[in-house]
T-cell receptor, first 110, second 116 residues
Framework: KQEVTQIPAALSVPEGENLVLNCSFTDSAIYNLQWFRQDPGKGLTSLLLIQSSQREQTSGRLNASLDKSSGRSTLYIAASQPGDSATYLCAVDSNYQLIWGAGTKLIIKP | GAGVSQSPRYKVAKRGQDVALRCDPISGHVSLFWYQQALGQGPEFLTY????????KSGLPSDRFFAERPEGSVSTLKIQRTQQEDSAVYLC??????????????FGPGTRLTVL
């Protein structure tokens, strides 16, 4: 059974710092891995989707990597801003069912 | 265009009441998913529709949970005889593709259900 773990559960950093969020999964047989952002009362927004054949994806200040063999993904956020404060969730797509981590709650202090 | 919408946004029910949660997916989207998200946890898969066909309901926690999508667009998740453990945010997502084709899912804002 696929299990997804995210570390740390919470993170607070000063504005401007670069940071890394971690996601690990137990079964490497995945179609893709996605990173989402969740803001209170606003649902989930997809940030990056990495296909199983890819190693990384970039969008603006965000970069996500995928290492299927080790069951790990990282989300790198450059030059963090207060508007980046949210909960970040990773989800692996195993035969269309998304299996989710519990998320990392990120606070960027001005 | 309009995204996925859900109603009501908040629902308070007394234990034992029946509730119905509505999802309006993005127009033309083939796939529709329901998820349950408990406080402080990631979402958990409940059920999947391809058009009007419910192809997977393996995540529904009990026979008190029932979902339908009769015309292949709007979907309703019904919970009978609600229990306190049903308290959660219920998320709906849609996708333009048949599941199995890797693509992102578009999420609604969720319905927060509180069972007293």
């Amino acid at each position: 059974k696929q299990e997804v773990t995210q570390i740390p559960a919470a993170l607070s950093v000063p504005e401007g710092e670069n940071l890394v969020l971690n996601c690990s999964f137990t079964d490497s047989a995945i179609y893709n891995l996605q990173w989402f952002r969740q803001d209170p009362g606003k649902g989930l927004t997809s940030l990056l989707l990495i296909q199983s054949s890819q190693r990384e994806q970039t969008s603006g200040r965000l970069n996500a990597s995928l290492d299927k063999s080790s069951g790990r993904s990282t989300l790198y956020i450059a030059a963090s801003q207060p508007g980046d404060s949210a909960t970040y969730l990773c989800a692996v797509d195993s035969n269309y069912q998304l299996i989710w981590g519990a998320g990392t709650k990120l606070i960027i202090k001005p | 265009g309009a995204g996925v919408s859900q109603s009501p946004r908040y629902k308070v029910a007394k234990r034992g009441q029946d509730v119905a949660l509505r999802c309006d997916p993005i127009s033309g989207h083939v796939s529709l998913f329901w998820y349950q998200q408990a406080l402080g946890q990631g979402p958990e898969f409940l059920t999947y529709f391809q058009n009007e066909a419910q192809l997977d309901k393996s995540g529904l926690p009990s026979d008190r949970f029932f979902a339908e999508r009769p015309e292949g667009s709007v979907s309703t998740l019904k919970i009978q005889r609600t229990q306190q453990e049903d308290s959660a945010v219920y998320l709906c997502a849609s996708s333009p593709w048949v599941a199995g084709v890797t693509d992102t899912q578009y999420f609604g804002p969720g319905t927060r259900l509180t069972v007293l």
